[in-house]
Every structure is written in structure tokens, then in C-alpha cells.
């Protein structure tokens, strides 16, 4: 399996950006899908977006498309999520998932095998 270590959440007034990281260590990187998924307070985790090993294929969940961008940096085991035109139903726990085999690119969190502990992001209204 692989690490993964989220950073870069934080407070964050309403209409700003943050951008969160994932490091990843371990296994192969660069083969593998790598999504991002959010719990927000009190609901079930969510599909929040994914890349897949090159890059060429990318989903986002209704709720944040055109806000939040992800990207990923194979040489240095690296993904990102800019997140801009924030909103308080941004406020959430973000997670740093990995696919459970390479080449594939699957939505579902059963697809992941390995999850960061989480960073929180809080949005003021």
C-alpha cells in the first residue's frame, strides 16, 4: 500500500481559495488513480474529484466543478487540489485516497485502498 499525508487545509473566509497537497510514499505512484473525497459535519464521506495515473482523465462531483482544480506531480509522488470560490458547504474533512490497482479509475470509495488521515477545511460565511 501506499502513504498518503494530507496538508494545507485550514479557515478560510467565503470567496477564497486554498490549495491542499498529498504526499505519497510507498508503492509505485505514478500507475495508480488518486482522488480526493470530503466529509462534511455530521453527513457520509464524499467524491470530491480524481485523476488517473497520466493525467488525461479527470472527474469532478457537480458541487465543485469549475471552483476546484486537481493536479498531479508524478515525479515528485504529488497530488493537489486548488480550491477557489469557496463556500460554508465547503466546510469538510478532505481525504487523499489512492485506487486499489493501476491503470484503473473508479469513483466509488471502495476503489480506494489507501486513505490520508484527513486535513479539515473550514469556510466562514
Known amino acids: 500500500q501506499v502513504q498518503l499525508v494530507e496538508s494545507g487545509g485550514g479557515l478560510v473566509q467565503a470567496g477564497g481559495s486554498l490549495r491542499l497537497s498529498c504526499s505519497a510514499s510507498?508503492?509505485?505512484?505514478?500507475?495508480?488513480?488518486m482522488g480526493w473525497f470530503r466529509q462534511p459535519p455530521g453527513k457520509e464521506r464524499e467524491f470530491v474529484a480524481i485523476?488517473?495515473?497520466?493525467?488525461?482523465?479527470?472527474y469532478y462531483a457537480d458541487s465543485v466543478k469549475a471552483r476546484f482544480t486537481i493536479s498531479r506531480d508524478n515525479a515528485k509522488n504529488m497530488v493537489y487540489l486548488q480550491m477557489n470560490s469557496l463556500k460554508s458547504e465547503d466546510t469538510a474533512v478532505y481525504y487523499c485516497?489512492?485506487?486499489?490497482?493501476?491503470?484503473?479509475?473508479?469513483?466509488?470509495?471502495?476503489?480506494?485502498?489507501?486513505w490520508g488521515q484527513g486535513t479539515q477545511v473550514t469556510v466562514s460565511s
Open positions: 510507498g508503492r509505485t505512484f505514478s500507475t495508480y488513480a
Open positions: 485523476i488517473s495515473w497520466n493525467s488525461v482523465t479527470i
Open positions: 485516497a489512492a485506487s486499489d490497482r493501476p491503470w484503473y479509475i473508479g469513483l466509488a470509495e471502495s476503489d480506494f485502498a489507501s
